[in-house]
Nanobody, 124 residues
């Protein structure tokens, strides 16, 4: 049974950092592309970052480039999103997702398994 469980969200001040984790079970993480998405109230879901299967090529949305790093720990079957220099506009529910293909995509519809999400709130 495929499961994705996010953790690490919370309340952080502008300029702060957070580390989100996605624990995967039921499949080998390295066999799929994995993505992080976010959705703020009243806004469409947005692709944040993705790491491809195998060689682990990474992709980032322009809105987070330079502030976010996605990584994968195959031994722990975990995908991590390290976020720094956080801004109020980063406030959203963050989801990790599995894509049934090796390459990355920012289209959420191309991912077939999703976690339950973790809330990130950036506020002073």
């Amino acid at each position: 049974q495929v499961q994705l469980v996010e953790s690490g969200g919370g309340l952080v001040q502008p300029g702060g950092s957070l580390r989100l984790s996605c624990a995967a079970s039921g499949f080998a993480l390295n066999s799929y592309a994995m993505g992080w998405f976010r959705q703020a109230p009243g806004k469409e879901r947005e692709g944040v970052a993705c790491i491809s299967q195998g060689n682990g090529i990474t992709y980032y949305a322009d809105s987070v480039k330079g502030r976010v790093t996605i990584s994968r720990d195959n031994a722990k079957n975990t995908v991590t999103l390290q976020m720094s220099s956080l801004k109020p506009e980063d406030t959203a529910v963050y989801y990790c997702a599995r894509r049934p293909l090796s390459g990355c995509s920012g289209a959420g519809d191309s991912y077939n398994y999703w976690g339950q999400g973790t809330q990130v709130t950036v506020s002073s």
